[in-house]
């Protein structure tokens, strides 16, 4: 169940900055380790590894470029994934 | 500062703009196909359905409702209901759904009152504020635990001055947790969505008084079928009555009789006349008549108008004056109806003219048949021209001078008229100065 709202909330972070920075936002997504991207049409991704922590890098390779608003986008456009999160289970990135 | 920190400081900015952007553009997105929603859905039902899942879908809500609100009971009644899957699921299992509750005495509800009546969005994290009383205790704690639904925001729905419903968004977090687009979303589209149901409810309206209309013109029609029967059959029956007394059968009658015999043939043959002439209206507006189209020879059915014409209009003391020029005049059409047409122009200006000439005039003119009837009569007013060919469009002057006068005549010859694809119009300098009518139709 968690992982399928982590597949979520990564597919929703990648489709959300590819709104405001195009087609880039696949590559850095697939410069994430453990981020597979299956199908960029569909917006298919699945993660090998700790999801929790790839979604904390992944969060973290948009920052790196585009700095703090990049996070907030990823924090606000999670909200209703993240809520349905137990609270220990919610990436540190995301909160 | 080194060229990868401007380098860094510029993609941030790029970024923020972008940002700006993007959020613009999914507001303008959502409000586009709320739009094409608005245009393309008619029926308020399936509107209201279409609008709530497109809300929520692109906004990632738990529920999104539409209520018209009814001022006369102060009833909300829900419209739709779109839900996330697992609100859906929790609903199903326990039994109900949100669609199905209305909301009572909405003056007297700490919630609604100042949405519905204040005009103002109202918000509240508790679900027994909103569905208290209305969703039992055990049903409304399962939601409370177990759907996501932690807020719920209330938009009036107003237009002009009138509240006409509610838009009720059930969200998983807190309000202050939506992002600038979630926000400003909701702002925007609260006016498209009243606007979409007011248009929505106009159509209907419409749409029920049209069919009260054609119900009404049903009843009318039905009504003039049995009225005009019944008024033909006491005609036809009195006919008779007289025609027997002329032909003796009831034995030698008086001349002062046989005169008032007479009138009474003459008075009971212009009244199955008349009524006729209503029947034929009435069949010809509803479609009833079906016209027996062949190739037949227009000049044919002018020439048999006026040979039955010629007597009635000299002995009125009248000059016929007639004009055929040689040319083509097949045409397809109903022989039996064109005949009506014909004889019914000529026929009114007989009617109409005291003293002077009627001419008929038949020509080709621009590659179509062109048939004039023009008279000496009292004339069209200007006033009269405009409902002329309209159903019971009897012209001021056309009373005075003929009492009987239906108002059908030319309201059947337009419609025979239209019926062969062709035209037909009159023209006149004013009272007192004449008519002239004129029919075009299309060679064959």
Redesign the interface.
């Known amino acids: 169940m968690e992982e399928k709202i982590y597949d979520q909330i990564a597919i929703r972070i990648i489709r959300e900055q590819e709104l405001i920075i195009g087609p880039l936002a696949w590559d850095e997504a697939r410069k994430v380790q453990g981020i597979l991207i299956v199908d960029q049409k569909k917006g298919e991704v699945s993660m090998s590894g700790d999801s929790k922590q790839i979604l904390n890098n992944l969060v973290a390779q948009y920052a790196k470029l585009f700095g703090r608003a990049s996070n907030e986008v990823c924090k606000e456009v999670t909200q209703d994934l993240i809520a349905e999160l137990p609270a220990d289970q919610v990436p540190e990135s995301l909160k | 500062m080194s060229a990868d920190a401007d380098l860094?400081k510029i993609?941030?900015e790029i970024?923020?703009r972008?940002?700006e952007?993007?959020v613009l553009?999914?507001n303008l997105s959502l409000l586009r196909k709320l739009y094409q929603i608005s245009i393309l859905t008619l029926e308020p039902k399936v509107l209201s359905e279409r609008i709530t899942d497109e809300i929520r879908l692109d906004l990632?809500?738990e529920a999104v409702g539409i209520f018209v609100f009814d001022q006369k009971t102060d009833i909300l009644s829900p419209l739709n209901f779109s839900k996330s899957e697992r609100l859906t699921d929790i609903l199903e299992k326990s039994g109900f759904d949100l669609k199905d509750i209305s909301i009572p005495e909405i003056s007297k509800h700490t919630f609604f009152q100042s949405s519905i009546y204040g005009k103002i969005s109202n918000s509240t994290e508790n679900l027994s504020d909103v569905w208290g009383g209305f969703i039992n205790e055990e049903n409304l704690k399962k939601l409370k635990e177990e759907s996501?639904w932690?807020t719920t925001l209330l938009y009036p729905l107003v237009t002009e001055s009138n509240t006409i419903g509610a838009l009720l968004i059930g969200?998983?977090?807190e309000y202050q947790?939506?992002?600038?687009h979630e926000k400003e979303s909701i702002k925007s589209l609260i006016d498209v969505v009243a606007v979409a149901l007011d248009k929505a409810y106009l159509y209907k309206e419409l749409q029920d008084a049209n069919e009260s209309l054609r119900n009404l013109l049903r009843q009318r029609e039905s009504l003039v079928h049995l009225v005009t029967h019944k008024v033909k059959g006491s005609f036809t029956r009195s006919k008779y009555i007289f025609a027997e007394m002329l032909e003796g059968t009831f034995g030698e009658i008086s001349p002062v009789l046989k005169g008032m015999a007479e009138k009474g043939l003459d008075s009971d043959n212009q009244g199955i006349e008349t009524v006729d002439l209503v029947l034929n209206a009435a069949n010809l507006q509803t479609g009833t008549v079906k016209y027996e189209m062949k190739l037949i020879d227009f000049k044919e059915i002018v020439d048999h108008v006026i040979v039955d014409m010629k007597k009635p209009i000299e002995s009125k003391g009248l000059k016929l004056e007639i004009n055929i020029s040689e040319g083509k005049y097949n045409t397809s059409g109903d022989s039996f109806w064109l005949k009506e047409v014909v004889h019914n122009l000529v026929d009114n200006s007989l009617k109409y003219t005291k003293e002077g000439s009627i001419k008929v005039n038949l020509e080709n003119k621009d590659g179509k048949i062109l048939l004039g009837v023009k008279d000496t009569g009292v004339g069209i007013t200007d006033e009269d021209k405009q409902n002329l060919f309209k159903e019971g469009g009897r012209g001021q002057n056309s009373v005075k001078v003929n009492v009987d006068s239906t108002g059908y005549g030319l309201f059947s010859v337009k419609l025979i008229v239209d019926a062969h694809k062709g035209r037909v119009w009159a023209e006149s300098d004013g009272q007192g100065k004449g008519s002239s009518f004129f029919v075009e139709l299309p060679i064959a």
């Open positions: 860094q993609n941030e970024y923020k972008n940002l952007l993007a553009n999914k990632n809500m996501h932690k969200l998983n977090r947790t939506l992002n600038d």
